[in-house]
């Protein structure tokens, strides 16, 4: 059988020991580029052997091995978890051999930024409402909706300067340990929301008897009320709708002062983005994974920032992150990092995944 599909395979790197299937490719189909017949089905986005892989032998894939052949692999044969083992196989840090040095651009990309009073740069101008406690997301979102353009257009038609605004509701803050880690990352990660700079305004609703108090998160975080920073719980409030109403009061009292913000030219520098997996399939790694890293390389040649946001995804594939590591502190910063994570999840009953998806 002959493939009617002029490439029907994907070809990354010479030497790779597989290619992969752009569509599902039926068993007696011959790869006249690989010169290697398809032994089986083989599912669109997955692997299929190019050339013998000894049991025991590292199988390569981006010219990077991303395991270990649990069996001996035939031309032909698809790849994958049932005779590839991920996990366990030697990784070489090789902490700096893949250092390349950034060629910056001699005169940087700008935008139209907002500069906030103390000197920090916006993209964005929201009013926010935060949430100390799940108890309280619905109120936060109902508060936020009523201002939605889509639904309600005139709430914020006189204010065109305010990109909208935004709740960010989480589901923890109750009945935790009021001195463990998971109360510190939450206080950490919503004093981080406060303070973003995208936020020209800000409210936190709480419910009033959950252990995240607002009190206990504004001291950790050093943050404190004002024009710009309203607080208020449910409790305290008289229920939900007297909250919601409350709400809706406090952001149209904000609006006038956050609507006054002028958009100027800044450096592109002023760009941090943060990049997450928003669901991994056997294509990524060749069209999403590399057009972003290109956007990136972009921008910091631009001086901007770019973050991995998503650790875990690193965890299997750290040692391809430390060979580009500028120093050995920085590689170890990266390891110490995934140390942390795989000791969080044993403590708290988790499983570390070797992102076999990468593969």
Not at 44 to 58: D, T, Y
Not at 159 to 180: E, I, M, R
């Amino acid at each position: 059988m002959t493939s009617n599909v002029a490439s029907p395979v994907i070809r990354i790197h010479p030497a790779d020991d597989v290619v992969i299937a752009r569509v599902q490719l039926l068993g007696g189909t011959r790869i006249a580029s690989e010169g290697v017949t398809v032994a089986g089905l083989v599912p669109p986005g997955h692997k299929l052997a190019v050339r013998v892989i000894a049991a025991g032998q590292p199988v390569r894939r981006y010219n990077q091995v991303i395991g270990v052949a649990r069996v001996d692999i035939a031309p032909g044969q698809h790849v994958h978890s049932h005779n590839l083992e991920f996990g366990n196989f030697a990784r070489d840090h090789a902490v700096g051999q893949g250092v390349t040095p950034t060629a910056y651009v001699a005169e940087p990309a700008t935008f139209q930024g907002i500069v906030r009073p103390d000197g920090r740069v916006a993209t964005r101008n929201y009013i926010g409402v935060l949430t100390s406690v799940n108890c309280s997301a619905t109120v936060a979102r109902a508060i936020a909706d009523h201002f939605r353009r889509d639904i309600n257009p005139r709430a914020l038609e006189r204010f065109p300067q305010v990109d909208g605004v935004v709740a960010l509701t989480h589901g923890a803050g109750c009945a935790t340990d009021s001195d463990g880690e998971p109360l510190r990352i939450l206080r950490r990660t919503l004093g981080g929301y406060a303070r973003h700079p995208n936020f020209g305004a800000l409210l936190m609703v709480g419910l009033g008897c959950e252990t995240n108090q607002i009190s206990g998160l504004m001291q950790q975080e050093g943050l404190h009320e004002s024009d710009q920073l309203q607080t208020f719980s449910i409790q305290d409030t008289g229920g939900t709708a007297k909250t919601v109403a409350r709400g809706i009061e406090l952001v149209e009292w904000m609006l006038d002062a956050a609507n006054r913000v002028e958009r100027e030219p800044v450096p592109a520098s002023h760009v941090c983005v943060g990049l997450q997996c928003g669901g991994s399939d056997g294509y990524s790694g060749l069209s999403a994974n590399p057009a972003l890293g290109a956007a990136v390389d972009r921008l910091v040649r631009h001086g901007g920032t770019a973050i991995l946001s998503e650790s875990p995804e690193v965890y299997g594939g750290e040692h391809l992150l430390t060979r580009r590591a500028v120093s050995p502190a920085v590689a170890d910063k990266l390891l110490q990092r995934l140390r942390w994570w795989e000791d969080y999840c044993a403590r708290n009953g988790g499983q570390m995944d070797n992102n076999p998806s990468a593969g």
